[in-house]
């Protein structure tokens, strides 16, 4: 089942977060490490949140990503968590393996003015339980 899987949720270059952004991630033999089976549609479905929706439709994809950067700048109160939610949710629903987004919340960080963590649960495909994705976000 594990190899069906990882045909399933795919195999991709893992990324890391570096200063400044993503960045290749070196395995023990300082090759490219590779995100595979779970660990890479975690990764998908990150890099989908971060991408602005619209930002790869000169490749092919205009309705891929999220519209999340739309709310950069805005109060970190009850409308705007509702909105991120609300476009998380959407964003994530797009990714053909999700079944549904069982729940999003919101959750501001202590000591953190600006940063907002979504909690989401999501229904993956061949998966009997839900796959738990947090997202930290910078109003």
Known sequence: MAIEREQLFGVDLQLGDRVGGLDLVPDRREDL?????????????????????????????????????????????????????AYARKAIEQDPRVVKVQEVRAQVLPGERDTVRLLMEIQVVDLSSPLPLTFDFKL
């Open 33 to 85: 490490d590779l995100a595979i089976g779970i660990e890479n549609i975690t990764q998908a479905l990150t890099l989908r949140l971060l991408v602005r929706q619209g930002e790869l439709a000169r490749l092919g994809y205009p309705s891929y990503g999220s519209r999340l950067h739309e709310l950069i700048g805005e109060p970190n109160h009850t409308r705007t968590h509702l909105k991120l939610m």
